[in-house]
């Protein structure tokens, strides 16, 4: 089973800024496509975020459209998902996929 790593999360206010990473094995990053989704506190399972194909097209749910970026670096197997405009409903543990597998999630916190 692939065992991706995620981090980069933490505590930010309104309006701050996160970069999230996800480490893979191999050349895991390089040839699935890879995806960030999300669990909020409001809502029952896990939400689409972003998504990068091997040929570097993306995908965005609407909700982050215009404020994350997902990229990544095939030379180090890390797909990162930038997050800036940061609101309190982006509030969530946040969950990589990829190559038929998830990370463990990390927490992001948007709060005053």
């Known amino acids: 089973q692939v065992h991706l790593v995620e981090s980069g999360g933490g505590l930010v206010q309104p309006g701050g800024s996160l970069r999230l990473s996800c480490a893979g094995p191999g050349d895991i990053v390089s040839r699935y496509t890879m995806a960030w989704h999300r669990e909020v506190p409001e809502k029952k399972g896990r939400e689409f975020v972003a998504?990068?194909?091997?040929?570097?097209?993306?995908n965005y749910a609407d909700s982050i459209m215009g404020r994350f970026t997902i990229s990544r670096d095939n030379a180090l197997n890390v797909v990162y998902l930038q997050m800036d405009s940061l609101k309190p409903d982006d509030t969530g543990v946040y969950y990589c996929?990829?190559?038929?597998?998830w990370g463990q999630g990390t927490q992001v916190t948007v709060s005053p």
């Open positions: 998504a990068v194909t091997s040929g570097g097209s993306t």
């Open positions: 996929m990829g190559g038929g597998g």
